[in-house]
């Protein structure tokens, strides 16, 4: 059974860091594409960032671009997000997604907030 693990969120002030994580089980990832989005309140799920089963091909949303960072460690089954230069208009739950043939996993996401 495939299952997908958010952590690492949390309130932090406009213009701060946070580090999120998605831990990964039930089979290898290593082999696929990964997915980050996001789900402000009120509004729909939302893609933040994609990365390639080698880490060598990553995609944006315009909003994150220049300030979050998509990365996958294969070895360790995880994917991880680098936001920094947080705004309000970041605050969402943050989820991680994985669509293997015949499959879409989600987790249950981590909420971040961004507030002063």
């Known amino acids: 059974q495939v299952q997908l693990v958010e952590s690492g969120g949390g309130l932090v002030q406009p213009g701060g860091s946070l580090r999120l994580s998605c831990a990964g089980s039930?089979?290898?990832?290593?082999?696929?594409?990964m997915y980050w989005f996001r789900q402000a309140p009120g509004k729909e799920h939302v893609l933040v960032a994609r990365?390639?089963?080698?880490?060598?091909?990553?995609y944006y949303a315009d909003s994150v671009k220049g300030r979050f960072t998509i990365s996958r460690d294969n070895a360790k089954n995880t994917m991880y997000l680098q936001m920094n230069n947080l705004k309000s208009e970041d605050t969402a739950v943050y989820y991680c997604?994985?669509?293997?043939?015949?499959?879409?996993?989600w987790g249950k996401g981590t909420l971040v907030t961004v507030s002063s």
């Open positions: 039930g089979r290898t990832f290593s082999d696929e594409v």
């Open positions: 997604n994985l669509q293997p043939f015949g499959g879409n996993y």
């Open positions: 990365i390639s089963w080698n880490g060598r091909s990553t």
